[in-house]
């Protein structure tokens, strides 16, 4: 539950071992204000149970795969703890249950503020141009595709095109998976006799940690749960 002023936030992380979560643990390391209380990884022979029960989070944060991080969700807001999650790849009304639960769920298919100004500038050129794809490019072995963020860029681009009453026909997306990437991705608009590319790089897992830490300071009073997109944080 939300922990009084001047308390450390008492943080889990679930998905500890993983590319992402030994970021997070660090980040979490690192800020003044949190506390790391307990990791769960099944790699770590840690069950999120245990996790729980022994570490008594104030939240839970989620980087694990898609197919388990809606029954974490459940399981951390069963016991009462506020859940972040930086998951991808599950279906976003896999959470609606949770609406009114006692804790709250965040959700962001991307924590950098880079790719969350690339998906509002690409909906705002999309309400201009007129035709528009997207390449998203991610290390190979991220299990997913398309990326939640091209999935997300998609929809508010598709959103943007509706306000000014064009069409909406799928944008489509095409995605590159390689060694040697971590996440990139690239809106291309074309409209007659020009082009317009907005790309973004994440070239580092720690340019998603500022928004982690923002939602995970956030997260306990958020004004409705659950909560998608760090837009709205910012
Ligand atoms: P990864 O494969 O390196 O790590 C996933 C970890 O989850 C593994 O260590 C695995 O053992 C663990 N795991 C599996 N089941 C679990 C369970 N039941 N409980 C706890 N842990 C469990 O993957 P990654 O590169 O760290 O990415 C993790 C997720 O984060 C992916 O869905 C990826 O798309 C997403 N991601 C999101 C952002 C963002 O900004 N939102 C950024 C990068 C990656």
């Given amino acids: 539950m939300a ?8 943080v889990a992380v679930a998905g500890a071992a993983g590319r992402m979560g030994e970021t997070v643990c660090r980040a979490i390391d690192g800020a003044a204000d949190m506390e790391l209380v307990a990791r769960a990884d099944p790699a770590l022979g840690l069950s999120l149970r245990q996790a729980l029960a022994d570490g008594r989070p104030d939240v839970l944060v989620d980087f694990t795969i898609p197919s388990t991080a809606v029954a974490n969700a459940h399981e951390a807001v069963a016991a009462g703890v506020h859940v972040v999650i930086g998951t991808t790849g599950f279906a976003p009304d896999a959470l609606d249950d949770l609406r009114g639960a006692g804790a709250n769920v965040f959700v962001a298919p991307n924590f950098a503020i880079g790719a969350v100004l690339m998906m509002q500038f690409a909906a705002t050129a999309a309400k201009h141009m007129h035709s528009a794809e997207i390449i998203e490019l991610h290390h190979d072995e991220k299990l997913d595709r398309p990326s939640g963020t ?16 064009g069409d909406d026909a799928e944008i489509p997306i ?14 291309i608009l074309g409209d007659l006799g020009q082009t317009l590319t907005i790309r973004h790089d994440s070239i580092d897992r720690v340019s998603f940690m500022p928004g982690v830490l923002l939602a995970v300071r956030r997260v306990g009073s958020l004004s409705r749960s659950p909560m998608f997109g760090l837009e709205q944080l910012l």
């Fill in 174 to 187: 095409h995605s590159v998976r390689l060694p040697g990437l971590v996440a990139h991705q690239e809106v």
């Fill in 3 to 10: 922990p009084q002023t001047g308390t450390p936030i008492r």
């Fill in 150 to 165: 091209a999935a997300r860029t998609a929809a508010l681009m598709r959103a943007a095109t509706s306000e000014r009453g």
